[in-house]
């Protein structure tokens, strides 16, 4: 049974550096094809991709953010973390860690198969 | 980037009814496209991956269909359960993942 579970401050100042945990079980992010990624929900708005780290240690990052994040994993514990600096309350939302899945048919696909519940993170000074 | 937009954004409908939900991307993406169902206050759901392949565990009401830049889920038969918001999402660019706006479904 797949999990993932996020965790972290429900509450950051301004200017202040987010530090998230996602901590997962049912798979190892040292399996072939396996990745973690986070995606954030602004209340009431769309959901948003921000980074990504695959089992080999690639990472990948929002182009728009990418200055801002960075994302990393330690496999003994199950666990990707994500930073995000200078935050601002523009980045209020519910923050979401997920599993990406990778499959070859007549072409690779990568789906996001497992989701976390979400945790909000509210910036206010 | 690849850009995606949902139509309608928004729209309510009758149990029973067939609903129809569309996303179009900014440029070609074969069928590199994914729906996801999120109920209020609860993670996304997977409900079609590839365009049209259906993912387990989903009912059969739920269909995806489309290629390059026009794609469309389909809800068969609106049921109660089915309320709430749907996203597209692309996986050409992969890496790099974009999501559409959503489009909320509500019961009229």
């Known amino acids: 049974q797949v999990t993932l579970r996020e965790s972290g401050p429900a509450l950051v100042k301004p200017t202040q550096t987010l530090t998230l945990t996602c901590t997962f079980s049912?798979?190892?992010?040292?399996?072939?094809?396996?990745?973690v990624t986070w995606i954030r929900q602004p209340p009431g708005k769309a959901l948003e991709w921000l980074a990504r780290?695959?089992?080999?240690?690639?990472?990948y990052y929002n182009t728009s953010l990418k200055s801002r994040l960075t994302i990393s994993k330690d496999t003994s514990r199950n666990q990707v973390a994500l930073t995000m600096t200078n935050m601002d309350p523009v980045d209020t939302a519910t923050y979401y860690c997920?599993?990406?899945?990778?499959?070859?048919?007549?072409?690779?696909?990568?789906?996001?198969?497992?989701w976390g519940q979400g945790t909000l993170v509210t910036v206010s000074s | 980037d690849i850009h995606l937009t949902q139509s309608p954004s928004s729209l309510s409908a009758s149990v029973g009814d067939r609903v129809t939900i569309s996303c179009r991307a900014s440029?070609?993406?074969?069928?590199?496209l994914n729906w996801y169902q999120q109920k209020p206050g609860r993670a996304p759901k997977l409900l079609i991956h590839?365009?049209?392949s259906l993912q387990s565990g989903v009912p059969s009401r739920f269909s995806g269909s489309g290629s390059g830049t026009e794609f469309t889920l389909t809800i068969s038969s609106l049921q109660p359960e089915d309320l709430g918001t749907y996203y597209c999402?692309?996986?050409?660019?992969?890496?790099?993942?974009?999501f559409g706006p959503g489009t909320k479904v509500d019961l009229k």
């Open positions: 590839a365009a049209s």
């Open positions: 049912g798979f190892s992010l040292n399996t072939g094809g396996m990745c």
């Open positions: 999402q692309q996986s050409f660019s992969t890496p790099i993942f974009t």
């Open positions: 440029r070609s993406m074969s069928n590199y």
């Open positions: 780290i695959d089992w080999d240690d690639d990472k």
């Open positions: 997920a599993r990406i899945n990778r499959y070859e048919s007549s072409g690779y696909y990568a789906i996001i198969d497992y």
